[in-house]
Nanobody, 125 residues
């Protein structure tokens, strides 16, 4: 089954940090842009960050300056470093892939595929 495996979530106090990782299962990262998405209870899935095949990162306004996406194709992994966490960052975080570009990642639309099961991030106030 082609999907991502995400890990690194947990419970953290407001202002704390977490580093999420996702790894592909059954496919290579090389030709894909990779997005991180989150879904809070009762809300739609939203794009948090995306990194294209050239390694150019994009971050949503709500996380810019606090989160940083990176990729290491040789290690077959994509990371999301999350600093200065806020309670509103709470949610399930997912990885998904789209061919080459990060188009439409903010709305989680586009052609993102191979969604993982997610990892839960809970930020306490």
């Amino acid at each position: 089954q082609l999907q991502f495996v995400e890990y690194g979530g947990g419970l953290v106090e407001s202002g704390g940090s977490l580093r999420l990782s996702c790894a592909p299962s059954g496919f290579r990262l090389d030709t894909y842009a990779i997005g991180w998405f989150r879904q809070a209870p009762g809300k739609d899935t939203e794009g948090v960050a995306c990194i294209n095949v050239e390694g150019v990162p994009y971050h949503a306004d709500s996380v810019r300056g606090r989160f940083r996406i990176s990729r290491d194709n040789s290690k077959r992994a994509v990371y999301l470093q999350m600093n200065s966490l806020k309670p509103e960052d709470t949610g399930a975080y997912f990885c998904a892939a789209q061919f080459q570009l990060c188009s439409d990642y903010l709305t989680a639309k586009g052609h993102f595929i191979n969604w993982g099961q997610g990892t839960q991030v809970t930020v306490s106030s």
